[in-house]
């Protein structure tokens, strides 16, 4: 199977100790859960591709969101996050396969599927699947490798939009 690692928003405004409150994630545990699947996956000959979330760096945006600015230290990826690959695309979108050249890329590899880890399951993960559904490419999420820090409920709904578009967990 040609499938690749998509590691999705593992950035320092989410994951370091500077991060806002909201972003309750258990650092050390999900890094090492990441960074195994990094290691799995570059042994076994896939590509590993680093997704990252920017917010353009405007006065709005630092009110509104005060994370993943552009430009920023928070923005750039998670400094315990093992780099295996030159592979490193920002998206504006949840759906990471709204960046043009990410999606070129996966057409021009011919990847069989996209596996999907990072942040957050409820967001950009879940984006970026249905995105990939929507494209006609085949995605799962790794459990194993990905948080939430949303209510169960929202969880659920979430879960319940994938499986709708037969996305697995694997």
Known sequence: MNAALLVIDMQNDYLYEKRKEQFSYDTPA?????????????????????IRHIIQNLPTN?????YSLAGTEGAELYSGLDIVSKYTFDKLFGDALTNRHLLQ???EKGYDALHLCGLDECGCVTSTALGAAKRGITA???RSGTASVF???KI????ARLEKASIAFI
């Open 105 to 107: 890329l996966v057409r």
């Open 62 to 66: 630092r009110l509104l969101f005060g």
């Open 30 to 50: 999900l890094t090492a859960a990441v960074n195994a699947l990094i290691h799995q996956y570059a042994e076994a000959g896939s590509d590993v591709i680093y």
């Open 151 to 153: 209510p169960e409920a």
């Open 140 to 142: 799962k999420i790794l």
């Open 156 to 159: 659920a709904k979430a879960h």
